[in-house]
């Protein structure tokens, strides 16, 4: 039998590869395999190659099994140690309701190409990142027209995710129902309790004087709608929303006001690292045990150092939820503990941002920073439908 025979040797190290010729043992084209690696003595000087070729044969004759190369773990490569790209592809972003609704916009504009998971709560969305289920959240935080999201921002403090960026969408309502119903045949509409207060004014112009009920999503209640059949109720929700679930469009552009945007928090985490080359914006939680006397002094801090606050959001303290002070001569007065949120624009990169942060630190109890990470600076238009 014939056999093709390549040996290499390093410091003692023979490495052999066989690959016998026969038809009942000749592997197929293009597939090597290697045969064993042995420890050797290293070649004597006056050897020559002949001999040593064969010492090598010799010892191979003994041999494991062939391997079949493609069946050979492949090395780990940077890439495979490497964290998930940072803005984009492949990306796993938890968002709250189902296809259709305004987050899975949101989400898509924050991390284009993303893989947009639907969660059926902000509490699951939040889960999810935390449990390893999604890389990203996106969830919104205020409307220019129905105001801040408590819950988020009570979840942001229960929670130990970090806001790594913003997002601004803007807010197209539409008036959905099913094929061939008229508005006059409604008796409710259904929508997210934001969608129906920003559609309140319109929907009263459009002669709807019916029930409005509120569900957990505007997405949600087309898909219920449709699921159910409804011929008497319609839904607020975007015009993608018509198309996933064969709704027809009664009346476009219902919001009452076209200016109608919504903010969105991007959340992962671990937070980014905050930089100087762009503007940046911090949002940070804070607390005092003797109540809100102290907001002046941190206020000051920040006017003092010429940094502008583009929000400041007060939430009811959940550890402390009413202080109590006696007094002999008027009974007992009680007051509603605070916690703060506050947003910011200056990066954490910045002394004077450092500066301020260490002198709100003096006047409070508690103190967090939820994130510093870069402004949304897309433009838009009252007119983009999404």
Not at 23 to 35: D, K
Not at 65 to 77: E, N, S, Y
Not at 272 to 288: C, E, G, L, Q
């Amino acid at each position: 039998m014939d056999t093709l025979t390549s040996s290499y040797s390093t410091s003692g190290l023979c490495l052999k590869s066989l690959i016998p010729t026969s038809r009942a043992h000749r592997h197929e084209p293009n597939q090597l395999s290697i045969r064993s690696v042995y420890r050797v003595e290293s070649p004597k000087i006056d050897s020559n190659r002949a001999d040593w070729q064969s010492s090598c044969a010799i010892l191979a004759s003994n041999s494991l099994d062939l391997v079949p190369v493609d069946k050979i773990p492949k090395p780990l490569t940077i890439s495979d140690l490497s964290p998930s790209p940072l803005h984009g592809t492949k990306l796993r972003v938890a968002y709250q309701g189902v296809p259709g609704a305004y987050s899975e916009a949101a989400a898509g504009k924050a991390y284009p190409n993303c893989e947009a998971t639907p969660c059926d709560q902000f509490e699951v969305a939040f889960q999810a990142v935390e449990l390893w289920i999604a890389d990203r959240a996106v969830l919104p935080v205020e409307n220019s027209l129905g105001g801040s999201i408590h819950r988020n921002y009570d979840l942001l403090l229960r929670h130990r995710l970090h806001i790594v960026g913003e997002v601004q969408l803007p807010v197209h309502h539409c008036l959905l129902a099913l094929p061939g119903v008229r508005k006059e045949f409604l008796t409710r509409v259904i929508s997210h309790p934001q969608a129906l207060s920003q559609c309140e004014h319109t929907l009263t112009k459009l002669g709807l004087n019916v029930a409005r009920e509120a569900v957990d999503d505007t997405a949600g209640a087309a898909e219920f709608i449709a699921s159910n059949n409804l011929r008497d109720t319609a839904a607020i929700a975007s015009a993608r929303a018509a198309e996933l679930y064969g709704m027809e469009i009664l009346a476009d552009g219902i919001q009452d006001d076209s200016s109608n945007v919504t903010r969105f928090v991007m959340l992962a985490r671990e937070p980014i690292i905050p930089r100087n080359d762009r503007p940046f914006k911090t949002s940070i939680v804070f607390a005092h045990e003797k109540g809100t006397s102290v907001l002046f002094k941190v206020l000051s801090a920040f006017a003092f150092r010429n940094i502008s606050l583009t929000k400041i959001e007060s939430r009811p303290h959940r550890d402390m939820p009413v202080r109590i002070v006696d007094d002999a001569n008027v009974g007992t007065a009680k007051h509603f503990e605070y916690m703060f949120y506050v947003d910011f624009e200056a990066s954490m990169a910045e002394v004077r941002a450092q500066k301020a942060l260490a002198e709100v630190q003096e006047f409070t109890s508690f103190l967090r920073v939820l994130g510093s990470y870069p402004m949304d600076m897309t433009p838009w238009s009252p007119t983009t439908r999404d």
